[in-house]
């Protein structure tokens, strides 16, 4: 339910902000469509970016024996 609600939310602010710039419905429409998609995929790759990055600090924090460096 929760991310339902964002997504309604994300697609409401998107129209809107796009409607009262240009007052095209439209316009507004197809915005509210295409950033919310847009930005989903570019969520996945940086929720990519930030894991492998985190796993290259896991790894960087142990020595070869296993052992956590001061």
Not at 7 to 28: C, D, K, N, R, W
Not at 31 to 37: D, F, N, R, S
Request: charge should be positive; glycine fraction near 8%; proline fraction near 3%.
């Amino acid at each position: 339910m929760k991310t339902i609600t964002f997504a309604l939310m994300h697609f409401t602010i998107a129209f809107s902000v796009v409607y009262l710039v240009t007052g095209s419905i439209a316009l507004g429409g197809v915005v509210a469509v295409i950033e919310p998609l847009l930005n989903t995929v570019g969520y996945f790759f940086h929720e990519k970016a930030w894991d492998k990055a985190r796993r290259r600090k896991n790894a960087a924090q142990f020595t070869p024996t296993g052992h956590l460096h001061a």
